[in-house]
């Protein structure tokens, strides 16, 4: 199992390094959108107040982990997943899959901040907070938009529409937590204002890798 | 005894009682005969708890007034669409473990008895906020949560509607049922409580049970139309059920 997980993380990341198209689309997509709003607030002083700086970051960290994990399941084809099938149980492929989307967005997410601190200003006061919060963002869009993107694959058509239509809605409630501690963050609170939702944060990732772990092999099946 | 104790006691039960009512609802839905015991009680129960909820007296209190009376309408409604979202997740659960597509119809028509609940219930707490709050929607934590949960459906009922194939349909809408309900719907319950700026009632300890209803006389009146709303989101999903095997079974035989 574990040696299959391997196999297949290394199988994706030789496959995103083949095809470097698509992940220098991705950073150009963060970049161009961090420029945009760069540009939009230079109309103003420079800076946006911290509210605005938050909203956004975390509006372009959700739309770029959406553009990131659709693409995951859609570029296999039927032949292939009969393929894996024969290969390795699908526990394998869901936590293999759920591994590299987190590294990849965890890299998306580096980068995004990264970029947006030096262009839009930084007024983090807890950035141990701050960064720890954004790596538990990463990792719970990535678990949580893996098995939807499995099924948006499946539906077919207008595959990027179903997955937001599907994703968004569980997301929501993820994304107040991780908005709440983000904030909490930026405006230096104490830990102990932030410790309950972070705490919910980790057990909801857990969850929802539970869940997915469970009802992956029913997707796989047909 | 102590309130960690007693606070433990009280979730043991509810859980038992929530395993019940939807073991239950799977039961009355599956009926084959007619069950006038139980519709009977349902008109009886809805009718008594409308008229009961709209004369009796109730505790004047600041802010709400007259506008208590929503207990009796809005919190039963949402109390039922829960209950009936979660019986429809139970035949998914069946649906996975041994396909049939009677059971896919049932989950279908349940989440679909569900939304009209919900949407029963969004409409009577919209109506409630604008004469109590001044607005009929604010983002309040619970609201947010309500909007979430309609969200969740309307996005099954797309997923439903974008399959050619219906094994795959059935399947596949299937696993996004327990998914979101298992991602989404347990956080509703505590997000408001981390926020803690809810100004929606019932906002800790457990929803609709607080000061508000702590007076005798609108008590029986309450749990009369909660039970009835349940019974009754029962009765709407076994007649749609019904309704949509029929069509089935006429499909085949075309």
Redesign the interface.
Known sequence: MLRDITTLLAKDFRLEWRQRSALGGLLLYVGSTVFVCFLSFSLRGGTPPPPAWNALLWIILLFAAVNAVAKGFMQESAGLRLYYYSLVPPQAVILAKMLYNALLLLAVATVALFLYVVLLGNPIQNLTLFVGNLALGAVGFATTLTLVSGIAARAGGNGATLMAVLGFPVMIPMLLLLIRVSKNALDGLDWSVSSSSVTTLVALNLLVGAVSYLLFPYLWRG | MSKPVLGIIISVISLLLTIFAVWGGQRLIEQRSAGLAWKALTVLLLLAASTAGLLIDVPRLPIVNESIRNLFFHVPMWFAMMLVLLVSVWYSVRY?RNPSVRLDILSHEAAKAGIVLGLLGLATGSLWAKYTWGAWWTPD?RL??AA?AL??Y??YL??RG??RDE??RA??S???N???F???I???F??PR??GNSLHPGQTGNPGFNKYDLDSTMRPVFYAAVIGWILFSFWLTQVSSRLSLLQEKINENQ
């Open positions: 996975l934590p947010n949560a979430v969200l969740i309307g996005g797309v997923l974008s399959f094994q795959q399947r596949i299937a696993i996004y327990i998914f979101a298992a991602a989404a347990p956080l509703l505590i997000l981390i926020s």
